[in-house]
């Protein structure tokens, strides 16, 4: 079994930053992809951005510039940057991993809510 866990979400007022982690846990034997998704009220859950086993990054356009991801590979954790921070950020964010075990799949979080208050 395999476990993401979350956490830095919070209220921020519009331009300031916060700081996403998700750690991943468990019977892994090595992850592929991890990124972020988000998903507001009355919205899809959208893709916010990813990153490769090798570092490879991708962003939506909306963060780009502004939100950056990482990730650390011997702590099976992945991070997001987010600066410059604006009302439609607000979101609940969820993490996600391509993780290999006995089969591979996709794991998620919880999820952690980030409002920006304008």
């Known amino acids: 079994q395999v476990q993401l866990v979350e956490s830095g979400g919070g209220l921020v007022q519009a331009g300031g930053s916060l700081r996403l982690s998700c750690a991943a846990s468990g019977s892994i034997f090595s992850i592929n992809t991890m990124g972020w998704h988000r998903q507001a009220p009355g919205n899809q859950r959208d893709l916010v951005a990813s990153?490769?086993?090798?570092?490879?990054?991708n962003y939506a356009d909306s963060v780009r510039g502004r939100f950056t991801i990482s990730r650390d590979n011997a702590k099976n954790t992945v991070y997001l940057q987010m600066n410059s921070l604006k009302a439609e950020d607000t979101a609940v964010y969820y993490c996600?991993?391509?993780?290999?075990?006995?089969?591979?799949?996709?794991?998620w979080g919880q999820g952690t809510q980030v409002t920006v208050s304008s």
């Open positions: 996600y991993a391509d993780v290999i075990t006995t089969y591979r799949g996709r794991w």
């Open positions: 990153i490769s086993s090798g570092g490879s990054t």
